[in-house]
């Protein structure tokens, strides 16, 4: 694959109910800060972070979406052209882990992604500190199990895996860029030699 100047600009995107913890654990793995009375989310939230993948420079383009139904319909221009999408669910809460279902199908509806099979999702269980967990992590598990998704659990709180779920979402979207944003683009340069200096005069 031809070789690309400058750091590469991976999105990812993080979906799920509301209260589960997207903006806290964005902020973690960012600002390395916990609010415990955090800002709810209103439509949507952008930040970058600046990180090294496998020696590749990336520039980590972080959406943090609103999980309320009055902003689903902002959906398709979120979800467009990600390359990672993280499904955050509260491991204190049955129903949010339940509804993870439904957010998958709406990002692979909605975003349009050019190989929904093979997309890539990592599943973030976060509030592993507080204790009555809903659900177990072999349920968790066994969900990731069967759409393909690599799964972490931790707590945004007690800076808990975070990086690594991050991480790990930046190397996957890396992944998806190369496979097909590069392929699709053509990233690539053109070297174009000088014509020779002529005194031939046109005969026409």
């Keep these: 694959m031809p070789a690309w100047n400058g750091p590469i600009r991976v999105k990812v995107i993080l979906i799920g109910n509301a209260g589960v913890g997207k903006s806290s654990l964005t902020t973690r793995y960012v600002n390395h800060m916990f609010s ?10 952008f930040v970058t972070k600046e990180v090294n993948i496998d020696g590749n420079a990336v520039i980590l383009e972080i959406w943090d979406t609103a999980g ?18 993280i499904l955050v669910f509260d491991v204190t809460s049955s129903a949010s882990f ?10 692979l509806t909605r975003g349009d992604p050019p190989d929904p099979s093979n997309f890539p999702f990592i599943v973030l269980g976060n509030k592993t500190d507080m204790g009555k967990r809903e ?4 349920q968790a598990l066994q969900w990731c199990e069967q759409i393909g998704a690599q799964y972490h659990e931790g707590s945004a709180k007690e800076d808990l895996h975070v990086n690594n779920a991050f ?28 014509p020779r200096e002529t005194h031939a005069r046109c005969q026409c």
């Design 36 to 45: 415990t009375f955090p800002r709810a989310t209103i439509g949507i939230d």
């Design 167 to 194: 991480l790990d979402a930046a190397r996957a979207g890396l992944q998806q860029y190369k496979k097909h944003t590069l392929e699709n683009t053509g990233h690539f340069q053109l070297a174009c030699k000088q």
């Design 98 to 107: 339940f509804a993870m279902e439904v957010w998958r199908k709406e990002f």
């Design 135 to 138: 659900v177990t992590r072999e």
């Design 68 to 85: 309320t139904e009055r902003f689903k319909s902002l959906g398709a221009p979120m979800y467009r052209w990600s390359h990672c999408c």
